[in-house]
């Protein structure tokens, strides 16, 4: 079974600075399942990046995600106050299907 | 507009039932492939159970054989089916909408709280 493996653990940054977020599969994904979220207290994970590097809806184009095979990586470029929460990656990997997150990455005001 | 609304939730005793409802609007939950994740206080997040829209239902290894995942097309209604709870099944769960292409998802419910305790 694929593990994700997010780090740092927690991040802390000022606004205006740039976050970057790594997750790292234990065994090559496609890219195409690869996604990113953001949570904060209270509320429902909300989808950031789908398929590795695709905005979700709405999403503001600070946000940006690379990589592919085992490494990947959320960037977020100019922090706003909204943006300190926390992220989780997220694969799929079929037959049979399993889907799988990170243990996150708090992003916190320094 | 989607939306996604989640009930049921509460207080069980180990070893008891409860059945989680997930009202959706907005779409059809028949064409869809639907999930479960869950998460305990002040964890991550873990996902559950998946129903596709072929009616194939698959479960993480830590709830096979205890959850089912069913629905009810009519009322475009997704339900989560839980015995035997145990205590580390206290958690958050949400119901939400997969997307076919690329495996995440991109709607949420607000989520229902599940504890269980004696």
């Known amino acids: 079974e694929s593990v994700l493996t997010q780090s740092p653990g927690t991040l802390s940054l000022s606004p205006g600075e740039r976050a970057t977020l790594s997750c790292r599969a234990s065994?090559?994904?496609?890219?195409?399942?690869l996604g990113w979220y953001q949570q904060k207290p209270g509320q429902a994970p909300r989808v950031l990046i789908y398929?590795?590097?695709n905005r979700a809806t709405g999403i503001p184009d600070r946000f940006s995600g690379s990589g592919s095979g085992t490494d990947f990586t959320l960037t977020i470029s100019g922090l706003e106050p909204e943006d300190f929460a926390v992220y989780y990656c997220q694969q799929y990997v079929g037959s049979p299907p399993r889907y799988t997150f990170g243990q996150g990455t708090r992003l916190e005001i320094k | 507009e989607v939306q996604l609304v989640e009930s049921g939730g509460g207080l069980v005793q180990p070893g008891g039932s409860l059945r989680l409802s997930c009202a959706v609007s907005g779409f059809t939950v028949s064409s869809n492939y639907m999930s479960w994740v869950r998460q305990a206080p002040g964890k991550g997040l873990e996902w559950v159970s998946v129903?596709?829209?072929?009616?194939?239902?698959y479960y993480a290894d830590s709830v096979k054989g205890r959850f089912t995942i069913s629905r009810h097309n009519s009322e475009n209604t997704l339900y989560l089916e839980m015995n035997n709870l145990r205590a580390e099944d206290t958690a958050v769960y949400y119901c939400?909408?997969?997307?076919?292409?690329?495996?995440?998802?991109?709607?949420w419910g607000q989520g229902t709280l599940v504890t269980v305790s004696s």
């Open positions: 129903l596709h829209s072929g009616d194939y239902a």
């Open positions: 065994q090559s994904i496609s890219s195409s399942y």
């Open positions: 939400a909408r997969g997307r076919t292409d690329y495996g995440d998802y991109p709607d």
């Open positions: 398929g590795a590097s």
